[in-house]
C-alpha cells in the first residue's frame, strides 16, 4: 500500500471520527480566500474552541455517516471547508457571519446543526440567534418574573399596615 493511499485512509478515520464527536458543523465555501485571511479565520476559529478543516470533497463523503441527508451530501462540490462547533453552533456561526461581511470572502452551503440538517439560506437566521446563556437567563427571569410579583402583593398589606400604623401613632 502506498504512502498516499495510507494518508487518505487516515484522513478518512479522523473526518469520521469528527463527524461522530461533533453534532453540528457548517459547510464553507472559501473560494477567493487568500492564505493570510484563511490563517487568520483559523485563528479566530481555534481561540474560541472550533475547528476548520479543509477537505477534498471525495474523502469528505467516504467519511460521511450514511444517516446524513442526501441534500448535505450534495453540497459537497468546489472548494470545500468544515466547521466544527464541539458546544456553541450559534456562536460558530456567528464567527463565520463576523468574518463573512468583514472580509466579504466566506459562503456557507449547509451544515448540521444539533443533528439537524441546515440549507446555507437559513444559516443567517441561526447566525442571528442569541447565545445560550442568553436565552438561559431569559428564561430564568421570565420563570422568576411572576414569584417576584407575588412576593409583591403579599407584601403590600404588611407594609400598608405598617404605614397605617405609624399614622395613627402620629394622630395620637
Known amino acids: ?10 484522513f478518512v478515520k479522523e473526518l469520521n471520527k469528527d463527524f461522530n464527536n461533533y453534532e453540528s458543523f457548517y459547510l464553507v465555501d472559501f ?10 479565520l483559523r485563528r479566530e476559529l481555534q ?5 476548520f478543516k479543509v477537505v477534498k470533497n471525495r474523502l469528505a463523503l467516504r467519511a460521511l455517516k450514511e444517516d446524513f441527508p442526501e441534500e448535505l451530501k450534495a453540497k459537497f462540490i ?13 456562536g460558530l456561526a456567528r464567527l463565520i457571519r463576523d468574518f463573512s461581511v ?12 444539533e443533528g439537524r440538517y441546515l440549507p446555507g439560506e437559513d444559516f443567517h437566521t441561526v447566525a442571528n440567534l442569541s447565545s445560550r446563556e442568553d436565552l438561559l437567563a431569559k428564561l430564568g427571569f421570565l ?28 394622630k395620637k
Open 31 to 40: 473560494v477567493n480566500l487568500p492564505v493570510s485571511k484563511a490563517v487568520e
Open 78 to 90: 468546489g472548494p470545500t471547508a468544515l466547521a466544527f462547533a464541539p458546544e456553541d453552533p450559534v
Open 102 to 113: 468583514k472580509h466579504k470572502l466566506l459562503k456557507v452551503k449547509a451544515g448540521i446543526v
Open 1 to 10: 500500500m502506498n504512502v498516499i493511499r495510507q494518508k487518505k485512509e487516515k
Open 143 to 170: 420563570m422568576a418574573y411572576p414569584l417576584t410579583q407575588l412576593l409583591k402583593t403579599w407584601q403590600a398589606p404588611i407594609s400598608s399596615l405598617g404605614s397605617m400604623l405609624s399614622q395613627l401613632k402620629s
Open 47 to 51: 481561540r474560541n474552541s472550533y475547528v
